[in-house]
């Protein structure tokens, strides 16, 4: 019975994660460095979160119903996990302009060697075209039939693993799994079976005394898996926006190019006032709190810095909620649970509305939805489809993030 309910425990608390592991991130093994990085970065934060909380007494929990307390461990660890998404995918932004360049100066080369070597062919065959006309025509259609491979191919198929979508999924699944690891391995460790933590039998706890703390704990992980994913994914947006839009001045929906440019020919770049400086903050602050409304209108938010600044708020605050729902369960002498699943569950459901609303249909950049646009184009004109105005093409459109 004790196997039976480990195991059922098991799959509830790691399936999110393990999903997403099997069917999106072992397929390609960048997805799989990347989730494995992001896995590191929780660890890093909660490294520094428990050194925060050395210094917070143990008397503080008698003060205040353990509200201190409770304040004193949620607030920097929220904090200190949300610095810890943001680094990461900052550095994960770094990483793929590296990797872009260097895939572009390679195809660079490649196309110059190709030309240079079809520049010899040519001139060899000019030199032997008087003494079969005919037998060199033959040849130059071969040869050039042999040279018709994609010169875009690398970046292409880079495009197709390294975009916002794949790769927030993957990072979530790495986060979201090292997480639910420090949320619930031990207890299942130790309920697990005969061990020298264990008695083998089925353990309660006054905060949910007729659920078993194992099915208890699996739920709890299972929520936050998928509102870690929903919150790297987020997290993914707004520092993409911040990055594409952050010059001042600079917060409308025009398209990269013309943000690249508008960056370039900013007049405080280079040369701004504190007082323009802070004139800027402000307005991003108050079109960050107007954003902030948008999340469950019908456009969602906008693709500018405030929009960024929202999805970031988001993953802030409802992290911050969802950690204080649990609070009955440490506060209330019996059956905490009825009150913190509950509302942990909300708090899953109001981040997953507010996350298709706000971002629904222009989750990835500009040029990241053109390019795939771009090569389902490609593939549907290689397999002889006709495209017509409802045709495929228009269907994957609508399907583009």
């Not at 990072?171 to 061990?195: N, P, R």
Request: aromatic share 8%; glycine share 8%.
């Amino acid at each position: 019975m004790t196997f039976l309910l480990s195991l059922g425990s098991f799959l509830v608390a790691f399936s999110p994660s393990l999903s997403l592991l099997f069917t999106v991130v072992f397929p390609k093994p960048q997805l799989v460095i990347l989730s494995i990085t992001a896995a590191f970065f929780y660890l890093l934060s909660a490294f520094f979160s428990s050194l925060f909380w050395l210094p917070v007494p143990d008397g503080s929990a008698a003060k205040e119903g353990g509200i201190a307390t409770l304040l004193a461990l949620t607030i920097p660890s929220v904090i200190f996990q949300m610095a810890g998404r943001c680094s990461f995918v900052k550095l994960y932004f770094r990483v793929e302009g590296v990797i872009r360049r260097s895939v572009k100066r390679h195809e660079e080369e490649t196309i110059a060697a190709t030309h240079a070597r079809n520049n010899d062919n040519r001139s060899h065959r000019s030199s032997n075209r008087n003494n079969d006309s005919t037998n060199n025509y033959d040849d130059d259609d071969d040869d050039e039939g042999s040279n018709d491979g994609d010169p875009h191919a690398e970046t292409n198929a880079l495009q197709l693993q390294l975009n916002d979508l794949s790769c927030s999924l993957s990072s979530g699944c790495g986060y979201a799994l090292l997480h639910s690891l420090f949320l619930y391995g031990t207890l299942l460790a130790s309920e697990s079976g005969e061990s020298s933590t264990s008695t083998g039998g089925t353990l309660y706890q006054p905060s949910c005394s007729d659920v078993p703390s194992l099915i208890h704990g699996a739920v709890i992980a299972c929520l936050f898996s998928i509102l870690d994913v929903m919150w790297m994914m987020l997290t993914f947006f707004g520092m993409r926006r911040r990055a594409l839009y952050g010059g001042h001045g600079n917060d409308n929906n025009n398209n990269n190019s013309s943000n690249i440019n508008n960056n370039m020919h900013n007049p405080y770049n280079g040369r701004a006032t504190s007082s323009n400086t802070t004139t800027w903050k402000l307005s991003q602050w108050k079109r960050t709190v107007l954003e902030s409304l948008t999340f469950l209108s019908p456009k969602g938010l906008s693709d500018s810095f405030s929009g960024g600044n929202a999805a970031l708020g988001l993953v802030f605050y409802s992290h911050l909620l969802a950690s204080l729902v649990l609070a009955p369960n440490g506060l209330m002498e019996r059956d905490g649970c009825l009150i913190s699943l509950p509302c942990l569950a909300g708090v899953v459901i109001l981040v997953g509305v507010l996350f298709k609303t706000g971002v629904k249909g222009h989750f990835l950049p500009e040029d990241q939805r053109r390019r795939i646009l771009g090569l389902r184009m490609e593939d549907v004109a290689a397999s002889g489809a006709v495209v017509g105005s409802n045709g495929v093409i228009g269907n994957d459109n609508a399907g583009i993030m």
